[in-house]
């Protein structure tokens, strides 16, 4: 079993529509949580993180984080074609510069 | 502009020919890593340093050595490669003072070892 597992889609929505895209995960041990974007032909960027459980909210992302349930998400509201791109969510021990990432899952938003 | 940069952004090699892959960063960042990219596999930590000459292994080491002599700087080596190594390749760098979770990673290098 993968430490982090991630449907690696691909997922294709209409422009407008809510997209969630999901990782889950093994070892309880991880503190720190990531999402990260990779646009065709270049190098990931992060898009959010977040710190235990809770959420997090930026412009149309949200990040959510259940611990209980090694379960994360990323719920982009509004979507556009240009959110299209690989969405990768990375985990890490607190303190530690392993980070674990999921498989990524290719997303497309059609005008 | 703040950026990582590699060299060669394409290679392809034959069997056993040693080859190096140079990363720099122009960030001061302390940490830096490398990756590979497969399909279904996702991104695997191969090497990371969280300094200079402080280095240590991460999912995927076989095969690879890196050193960090200059904090800029953190080379790729593969001393005989195979066709197994044949991946995509990305640097990444951190820094510190933000906890080292916001990697900034490079444009990636595309190896085929035939």
């Known amino acids: 079993q993968k430490e982090v597992e991630q449907d690696p889609g691909p997922l294709s929505v209409p422009e407008g529509a809510i997209v969630s895209l999901n990782c889950t995960y093994s070892n309880s041990a991880f503190q720190y949580f990531m999402w990260y974007r990779q646009y065709s032909r270049k190098g990931p960027e992060l898009l959010m993180y977040?710190?235990?459980?809770g959420n997090k909210e930026d412009g149309r992302f949200t990040a959510q984080v259940d611990k209980s349930s090694k379960y994360i998400s990323l719920f982009i509201r509004d979507s556009q074609p240009s959110d299209s791109a690989t969405y990768l969510c990375a985990m890490s021990l607190q303190g530690a510069q392993k980070l674990v990432f999921g498989q990524g899952t290719r997303l497309t938003i059609n005008p | 502009e703040a950026q990582v940069t590699q060299n060669p952004r394409y290679l392809i090699t034959v069997t056993g020919k040693k080859l190096t892959v140079t990363c720099s960063q122009n960030?001061?960042?302390?940490?830096m890593s490398w990756y590979r990219q497969d399909p279904g596999l996702g991104l695997r930590q191969i090497y990371y340093s969280m300094n200079v000459e402080v280095t240590d292994k991460g999912d995927v080491p076989e095969g690879y050595k890196v050193s960090r002599k200059e904090k800029r700087n953190f080379p790729l080596i593969l001393e005989s490669p195979s066709p197994n190594q044949t991946s995509l390749y990305f640097c990444?760098?951190?820094?510190?003072?933000?906890?080292?979770?916001?990697?900034?990673f490079g444009p990636g290098t595309r190896l085929t070892v035939t």
């Open positions: 990444a760098s951190s820094s510190s003072l933000a906890g080292g979770y916001e990697q900034y």
């Open positions: 977040t710190y235990s459980s």
């Open positions: 960030m001061n960042h302390e940490y």
